[in-house]
């Protein structure tokens, strides 16, 4: 049962352009959405998240969306870099309990100079 | 502060060996979570310590998987007698628990790499 969908493996982008990554879920009881960022050899790495009370969050370059009676959160990345390629993965947990985060499978994004 | 650290980075071994990796997380955080990463998939919950406290294990964790947390800071992931499934990345991850993005956002390592031939 998979709780957590990104139904795009990869993203090929332009650099300069908009980045979007879709995420999808399936269990209403969460409550709190993140999104991380992976490098070859690295762990995953905090970008930016964004509670349930909220329907946008923003940090510099990057935006969180969430729309909750769609289960539907999406991630833009503008102006696109170069150093934004990395496979981005979205995820989501349930806030007061053990917080523990359920991911989904990621997406591979590159950009293109 | 050097982050959430793990060791071994990288470890092969043969089928039937067991294995141990070492998660040290943060200092201040209290929350510790242990990860498995497969190729082309999200990380996957394994288990969360809350202090030394076991408080959760998935149904992925069996019986020849065993975490530990026993004073409360560092822990260990020891896997026996490994199959050539256990092949993955075990990540560890820590948070602070409190607040309510402390409580959400995990800190991850880079991760132990295990193969078994």
């Keep these: 049962d998979q709780q957590v969908k990104q139904n795009s493996p990869s993203l090929s982008v332009q650099e300069g352009r908009i980045s979007i990554l879709n995420c999808d879920y399936t269990n209403s009881m969460f409550d709190y959405f993140l999104w991380y960022k992976k490098y070859p050899a690295e762990g995953p790495t ?34 696109s870099q170069p150093g934004d390629s990395a496979v981005y993965f979205c995820a989501a947990s349930v806030s007061g309990g053990y917080n523990k985060l359920i991911f989904g499978a990621g997406t591979r994004l590159a950009v293109h100079p | 502060d050097t982050g959430v650290s793990q060791d071994p980075r990288h470890k092969i071994t043969k089928r039937g060996q067991n294995v141990t990796f070492r998660c040290d997380p943060i200092s201040e955080h209290n929350r510790l979570y242990w990860y498995r990463q497969t190729l082309g998939q999200g990380p996957e919950f394994l288990t969360y310590f809350q202090n030394e406290a076991q408080l959760e294990k ?35 991850a820590s948070s602070t628990g409190t607040g309510y993005s402390g409580a959400n956002v995990l800190t991850f390592g880079a991760g132990s790499r295990l193969t078994v031939l």
């Design chain 2, 58 to 92: 998935s149904r992925l964790l069996s019986d020849r998987f065993s975490a530990e947390r026993p004073k409360g800071s560092f822990s260990t992931l020891e896997i026996q007698r490994t199959e050539q499934g256990d092949s993955a990345m075990y990540l560890c």
């Design chain 1, 46 to 79: 905090f970008l930016i998240s964004i509670s349930s009370i909220k329907d946008k969050n923003e940090d510099g370059r990057f935006t969180v969306f969430l729309n909750k009676s769609a289960k539907h959160l999406s991630l833009h990345i503008v102006p």
